[in-house]
């Protein structure tokens, strides 16, 4: 009963079924780098393993910028239960394919399917939130959906490495799945919701083809006043998973290795690097597992405006801290501060981004907005290495705070007409 205090028990139906497959995803971070081999992934095509060990671990992220957009009409037309369920259990039959695939060409159909699977699932907590909740605990149910797939994930790189360390990867990745099946029968509960459908835009296919609609879907009734603070939030979501999610998780081990002694050892010998950046990234899944609720309840209190405009700040000033100080003393104070406002900022935009929608293109903004995420999470890890061929991995750092105070700005801009402040608690 405490917990439907905190959270309508309807979001546990949402949110638990994700935690149960993301496993299979989380895991494959940790073991395909290191046991490519076991996976089938070698040299192809004149293509090096490199190559193919970096394309399957972001094919997954490129194909939600097609997918979320199709996952939103799906909901609109056949409800939210169904399609969310056929997710979670494709979300599982990816899991086992890692386990019994062999070869580049069943591993990237695998994670491409899970990355489909993870536009509904998404899409469904987040519809789950607006659908049950009201303003004033919203924030907190953006934070348990943040909190609750990084428990997953948490539990999969941990307790998952040891069991692939001690089985085989056939075993692991069978018993990841088997959870998988627990998380589809959980997903059968999930309220049936029925996003409002909108009727398309008049003028047809060519109209809707420009740069301005592939940035903010076309939306009746929504003029400019409005569609620019869409853009600009799901342009903030954009810059904090670029920076956060994606350059800074990617670029953490080489950027100390930089700074480390003979022994690869940083800290005066004090950790192994590899031990110190594994340390590191599950502080930023701690983070949102034990943050994501409470920093979502704080922007309820504050005001989504405050609430990012606090943890924007924070994560420059990390950032910034990185590059000056340039030390592995640094990276371990700068890298804890820019997860934990990056939980700040991420779960305050959330909230926001659906409370600036209308409820009849509710579902088509959440799914664009989604779409925002998974681009910069994707093309963070490719610019951070990019960057340091031609500059160092701090440049890296230098164009994501670049990035985060222009697209900061750029919102400020865009949301300070009190008449568009549509995403302040009401």
Same mark, same amino acid.
């Given at each position: 009963?405490?917990?439907?205090?905190?959270?309508?028990? +309807?979001?546990?139906?949402?949110?638990?079924?994700?935690?149960?497959?993301?496993?299979?995803?989380?895991?494959?971070?940790?073991?395909?780098?290191?046991?490519?081999?076991?996976?089938?992934? +070698?040299?192809?095509?004149?293509?090096?393993?490199?190559?193919?060990?970096?394309? @399957?671990?972001?094919?997954?992220?490129?194909?939600?910028?097609?997918?979320?957009?199709?996952?939103?009409? /799906?909901?609109?037309?056949?409800? /939210?239960?169904?399609?969310? /369920?056929?997710?979670?259990?494709?979300?599982?039959?990816?899991?086992?394919?890692?386990?019994?695939?062999?070869?580049?060409?069943?591993?990237?159909?695998?994670?491409?399917?899970?990355?489909?699977?993870?536009?509904?699932?998404?899409? @469904?907590?987040?519809?789950?939130?607006?659908?049950?909740?009201?303003?004033?605990?919203?924030?907190?149910?953006?934070?348990?959906?943040?909190?609750?797939?990084?428990?997953?994930?948490?539990?999969?790189?941990?307790?998952?490495?040891?069991?692939?360390? %001690?089985?085989?990867? +056939?075993?692991?990745?069978?018993?990841?799945?088997?959870?998988?099946?627990?998380?589809?029968?959980?997903?059968?509960? =999930?309220?049936?919701?029925?996003?409002?459908?909108?009727?398309?835009?008049?003028?047809?296919?060519?109209?809707?083809?420009?740069? &301005?609609?592939?940035?903010?879907?076309?939306?009746?009734?929504?003029?400019?006043?409005?569609?620019?603070?869409?853009? !600009?939030?799901?342009?903030?979501?954009?810059?904090?998973?670029?920076?956060?999610?994606?350059?800074?998780?990617?670029? %953490?081990?080489?950027?100390?290795?930089?700074?480390?002694?003979?022994?690869?050892?940083?800290?005066?010998?004090?950790?192994?690097?590899?031990?110190?950046?594994?340390?590191?990234?599950?502080?930023? &899944?701690?983070?949102?597992? !034990?943050?994501?609720?409470?920093?979502?309840?704080?922007?309820?209190?504050?005001?989504?405006?405050?609430? =990012?405009?606090?943890?924007?700040?924070?994560? =420059?000033?990390?950032?910034?801290?990185?590059?000056?100080?340039? !030390? *592995?003393?640094?990276?371990?104070?700068?890298?804890?501060?820019? #997860?934990?406002?990056?939980?700040?900022?991420?779960? *305050?935009?959330?909230?926001?981004?659906? +409370?600036?929608?209308?409820?009849?293109?509710?579902?088509?903004?959440?799914?664009?907005?989604?779409? &925002?995420?998974?681009?910069?999470?994707?093309?963070?890890?490719?610019?951070?290495?990019?960057?340091?061929?031609? =500059?160092?991995?701090?440049?890296? #750092?230098?164009?994501?705070?670049?990035?985060?105070?222009?697209? &900061?700005? #750029?919102?400020?801009?865009?949301?300070?007409?009190?008449?568009?402040?549509?995403?302040?608690?009401?």
């Amino acid at each position: 009963m405490r917990l439907k205090r905190i959270v309508p028990v +309807e979001m546990v139906y949402a949110v638990s079924p994700t935690a149960t497959v993301i496993m299979g995803d989380s895991l494959m971070y940790v073991v395909l780098p290191i046991a490519a081999v076991d996976f089938g992934v +070698e040299e192809q095509f004149g293509l090096a393993a490199t190559f193919w060990i970096g394309l @399957a671990l972001s094919i997954n992220r490129f194909i939600r910028l097609g997918s979320n957009a199709f996952a939103a009409s /799906v909901y609109q037309r056949f409800g /939210v239960r169904w399609p969310f /369920v056929a997710s979670i259990a494709a979300g599982a039959l990816s899991t086992l394919a890692y386990g019994l695939g062999t070869g580049i060409l069943a591993l990237l159909l695998a994670r491409a399917v899970w990355g489909v699977s993870y536009s509904y699932m998404r899409l @469904a907590a987040h519809l789950t939130a607006f659908g049950v909740g009201t303003s004033a605990i919203r924030g907190r149910m953006m934070g348990m959906f943040n909190s609750g797939q990084r428990f997953g994930s948490f539990v999969s790189v941990t307790a998952g490495a040891v069991l692939f360390h %001690l089985t085989s990867r +056939e075993v692991t990745f069978t018993v990841l799945a088997c959870i998988g099946l627990v998380g589809v029968l959980i997903a059968t509960r =999930i309220p049936d919701l029925r996003p409002e459908r909108i009727r398309p835009a008049v003028g047809g296919l060519r109209n809707r083809l420009n740069a &301005w609609d592939l940035a903010i879907s076309r939306l009746p009734g929504y003029g400019r006043k409005l569609r620019i603070p869409l853009l !600009s939030i799901s342009l903030m979501r954009f810059a904090t998973a670029f920076g956060a999610n994606g350059l800074a998780i990617a670029t %953490l081990a080489p950027y100390l290795a930089g700074f480390a002694d003979n022994d690869d050892r940083v800290l005066g010998g004090s950790f192994a690097v590899v031990t110190l950046a594994g340390l590191l990234v599950g502080f930023r &899944w701690l983070s949102d597992i !034990s943050l994501g609720v409470p920093m979502g309840h704080l922007s309820d209190l504050v005001g989504r405006r405050l609430a =990012i405009a606090c943890g924007m700040a924070a994560m =420059i000033a990390s950032l910034a801290m990185m590059v000056v100080a340039d !030390s *592995a003393v640094a990276v371990v104070i700068g890298m804890p501060l820019l #997860f934990l406002a990056a939980v700040g900022v991420n779960t *305050a935009l959330d909230a926001a981004i659906g +409370e600036t929608a209308t409820s009849s293109t509710r579902a088509a903004v959440l799914g664009r907005y989604s779409t &925002w995420l998974d681009l910069g999470a994707a093309l963070g890890p490719f610019t951070g290495f990019l960057v340091a061929d031609r =500059i160092g991995f701090d440049g890296g #750092f230098v164009v994501a705070a670049v990035l985060l105070a222009g697209t &900061w700005a #750029f919102y400020v801009a865009a949301t300070g007409d009190p008449r568009t402040r549509q995403h302040r608690r009401r």
